[in-house]
């Protein structure tokens, strides 16, 4: 579960960079955070399609993180010595020794 999972984080990664890479850059590099004409959410209106599809796998990357997160977590409570099977040796009784008898008291 956790590999199948795993790939399906790499893949995220690969769309995110290819989806931030496809965006157009509306700012000005650091005189972006100047004093700036462009309003909240500029003149295309809220959010274009590339916007939505990155805030939706970051989502996901995120509740992919977490849910790796918590089996990760799960499995390393657990020990591979948990599952080992101890084979317990039967215990040979020692030879009775013979006991010696006892002077009969008066």
């Known amino acids: 579960m956790t590999g199948i999972l795993m790939i399906v984080q790499i893949v995220l990664v690969i769309a995110i960079t290819i989806l931030v890479l496809l965006q157009r850059s509306e700012s000005m590099g650091l005189g972006a955070y100047s004093s700036s004409n462009n ?6 209106g809220p959010m274009n399609f590339l916007t939505k599809a990155t805030m939706t796998l970051g989502l ?18 657990s020990s ?19 006991t010696i008898p006892q002077a009969p008291t008066k």
């Open 39 to 44: 309003s909240i959410f500029g003149a295309g």
């Open 60 to 77: 996901l990357f995120v509740l992919n993180t977490l849910t790796l997160v918590y089996l990760y977590n799960k499995q390393a409570n």
């Open 80 to 98: 591979a010595l948990d599952n080992v099977k101890i084979k317990t040796q039967k215990t040979i009784p020692a030879p009775k020794v013979p």
